[in-house]
C-alpha cells in the first residue's frame, strides 16, 4: 500500500506542474492584466476547494467527476474487446480530430482491424504466459515435495 501512496504523491505533483505549465503556456500571448490574474484566480479557487474538502464539504468532488463521466464516449478498445465493432466505429469516428479525418489518411475500419489484431494477439501472448507459469510452478512444486 505505501508503495502505491507513494506514487500517487509523485503521480499528483507531476500532474500539478503539467496543468500549471498549460494555464501559463495558454496564458502567455495574453499582455493584458488577464494575463496574471487568472493564474492567480486559479490558484484561490483551488485553495478554497482544498479548504472545502478539509471542513469536510466532499458534495463539490463528484459533481465535475460525474460531468465527465456522463459525456465521455466509451472507449474504442472497450467496445472491440466486447464484440460491438460498429459502436467502435462511432465511437473513433468521435474521438478523432476533424482536421485528421479531414486530410483522408484515417480510416475507422482498419484502425479497428488494428485493434481486433492487437487484442487476438494479447489474447494469445497471455494464454502462452498463463501456460508457462503454471507449468513451472507444477515443476517447482514436483522438485520440493519429498
Not at 30 to 52: C, E, K, M, N, S
Not at 67 to 81: I, Y
Not at 88 to 111: H, Y
Not at 133 to 140: E, I, S, V
Amino acid at each position: 500500500m505505501i508503495s502505491y501512496l507513494t506514487t500517487w504523491v509523485n503521480a499528483c505533483w507531476g500532474i500539478g506542474q503539467l496543468l500549471a505549465l498549460a494555464v501559463l503556456r495558454g496564458l502567455l500571448p495574453r499582455q493584458d492584466d488577464w494575463g496574471w490574474r487568472i493564474p492567480y484566480a486559479l490558484q484561490v479557487i483551488l485553495v478554497t476547494y482544498h479548504f472545502l474538502i478539509k471542513l469536510n464539504i466532499k458534495w463539490m468532488w463528484p459533481l465535475p467527476l460525474f460531468l465527465v463521466a456522463f459525456f465521455a464516449p466509451e472507449s474504442p478498445w472497450w467496445l472491440v474487446r466486447k464484440g460491438r465493432f460498429e459502436d467502435a466505429k462511432r465511437s473513433l469516428i468521435r474521438l478523432t480530430s476533424k482536421k485528421r479525418g479531414r486530410e483522408g489518411n484515417f480510416d475507422p475500419d482498419q484502425t479497428i482491424a488494428m485493434m481486433r489484431h492487437t487484442i487476438a494477439s494479447e489474447k494469445e501472448v497471455s494464454s502462452l504466459v498463463f501456460q508457462v507459469r503454471q507449468n513451472l510452478t507444477k515443476g517447482y512444486c514436483r522438485c520440493n515435495i519429498p
